[in-house]
Nanobody, 120 residues
């Protein structure tokens, strides 16, 4: 029922910036955490940034100080502001929303991904 759609990816030179957006088709209940994952060429998918229901944020060490995760509940949208991009940031970025309805197992919603390419 819930669909997540990412946007904002593209080609950018090292040192440039991109702002990714993840738009949900409708409001999502019982969210425990949401975040952005990425998978680079020949690499494993990794969690890049996360924000929980209390708005606490966590970042992988390699993006600290460069990336900022945020959300706008009124717009059913989550963002990832990416500054000072490096070639190693290249990959497909996926939106993830983790929910835990009372009495039910944890469930993850995923977007289809948006491509980010950092190259000169």
């Amino acid at each position: 029922q819930v669909q997540l759609v990412e946007s904002g990816g593209g080609l950018v030179q090292p040192g440039g910036s991109l702002r990714l957006a993840c738009i949900a088709s409708q409001s999502i209940s019982d969210i425990v955490a949401m975040g952005w994952y990425r998978q680079g060429p020949g690499k494993l998918r990794e969690l890049v940034a996360m924000i929980n229901s209390g708005r606490s944020t966590h970042y992988i060490d390699s993006v600290k100080g460069r990336f900022t995760i945020s959300r706008d509940n009124a717009k059913n949208t989550m963002y990832l502001q990416m500054n000072s991009l490096k070639p190693e940031d290249t990959g497909v970025y996926y939106c993830n929303v983790k929910v835990k309805p009372e009495g039910w197992p944890t469930y993850d919603y995923w977007g289809q991904g948006t491509q980010v390419a950092v190259s000169s």
